[in-house]
């Protein structure tokens, strides 16, 4: 089994320490730098253009970050480094600007965000990156459609899992992803406790890491039944609260 202590060595900073989008805003260059400086690891989104580039935004929509109408998929590379977020001198980056900037020196966890219809060619773009790429890095995802390709298409690349819910039909559907060689979970901090993380964590020694953190309680909640957490909002201590 892949060592993946590092993933869990630190707090993982959401979308980068941001400031909850009032200057640093989320998943930015700056926001990136932020989060190594301190020393945390860092979390990001990564959609694809339509020039096949893994590009880093949370949203499929650029209204709310960009202020423009239109979808990721619908632009370039190079349009959307033009689009500035939240009106501040940071613009929409690639995943190897990220790269660049990080160079191994904490820890990255990418989340790849599927459109069904416009994401063909994202798992395999994302893998050659980070298989040239030296630091300590893992890719997950909500859509179950993309984690099907992690192994052919980013192989040796730890792959995980995002996932929510406590209802029988969605546990029952990440059990059923237990069969694409997963290798941690990322798992949303009010649906804890619930079987499959106590399965994964307990039976199969799989790390769990929680979203998203912002306050004591979910601190608390995530050290009594996962491994580390995804934080926003504040800056935790470095030491793994035990």
């Avoid at 949370?58 to 190079?78: I, M, N, P, S």
Wanted: aromatic content about 10%; overall charge negative; some cysteine.
């Amino acid at each position: 089994m892949t060592d993946l202590s590092w993933l869990i060595a630190r707090p993982v900073a959401h979308r980068g320490f941001h400031d909850m989008n009032k200057t640093r805003w989320e998943n930015t260059l700056s926001a990136f730098a932020a989060a190594a400086e301190r020393g945390y690891a860092i979390e990001c989104d990564v959609h694809i253009s339509s020039d096949g580039v893994p590009v880093i935004i949370h949203d499929g929509d650029l209204k709310r970050l960009t202020g423009q109408d239109g979808f990721v998929w619908q632009r370039t590379a190079a349009e959307l480094a033009t689009l500035r977020i939240g009106g501040t001198k940071d613009h929409i980056p690639t995943l190897e600007e990220a790269l660049d900037l990080i160079d191994g020196r904490v820890p990255l966890v990418v989340e790849l965000k599927g459109v069904p219809g416009h994401d063909a060619g994202l798992v395999a773009a994302v893998g050659r990156l980070l298989k040239r790429y030296e630091g300590k890095v893992a890719i997950m995802s909500f859509d179950h459609w993309l984690i099907r390709d992690f192994a052919r298409d980013a192989p040796g690349i730890p792959g995980g899992l995002t996932a929510y819910g406590t209802e029988n039909q969605l546990i029952e559907a990440h059990f059923a992803m237990l069969a694409h060689d997963l290798a941690f979970t990322s798992y949303a901090a009010g649906d804890l406790p619930n079987p499959f993380v106590s399965f994964v964590r307990e039976k199969l020694k799989m790390p769990v890491i929680t979203w998203t953190v912002h306050d004591q309680p979910a601190v608390d909640l995530t050290f009594k039944y996962a491994d580390q957490m995804t934080f926003e909002g504040f800056e935790p201590d470095l030491v793994k609260v035990a």
